[in-house]
């Protein structure tokens, strides 16, 4: 499997919101509470930036991508950890 977030700053006047720059993700090396595999890579990014990413990946030579229905996903370096993000509606 290869996992890749496609990401823009949004807030960063020196970059066009709408330039998307790629990072691959790599296998961690351990696996979460529930034997779960994690991703993981990093790059530099202001201190204050807002984040609009999606996830594109390729699973058994199938691309797919998670982009929030087209709208992408926000995060930014105040925000909280979700306990309830990644849980399927039938661990809810």
């Known amino acids: 499997m290869r996992v890749t ?3 823009s700053i949004v807030n960063d006047p020196a970059t066009a919101a709408a ?3 790629r990072l ?3 296998p961690a090396a351990e696996l ?3 034997g779960r595999r994690l991703w993981t890579a990093a790059t530099p990014v202001p201190g204050a930036a ?5 996830l594109n990946y ?3 030579g ?4 998670d982009n929030n229905s087209g709208k992408g996903y926000l995060t930014w370096s105040g925000a909280k ?6 849980r399927s509606l039938a661990e809810c």
Request: glycine share 4%; charged share 35%; net charge negative.
């Open 81 to 86: 950890a979700d306990p309830e993000a990644g």
């Open 50 to 54: 807002v984040i609009r990413f999606e």
């Open 19 to 21: 330039e998307k720059r």
């Open 5 to 7: 977030v496609v990401y």
């Open 24 to 26: 691959l993700l790599k």
């Open 32 to 34: 979460d509470d529930n």
């Open 58 to 60: 390729l699973a058994y």
């Open 62 to 65: 199938n691309p797919h991508a």
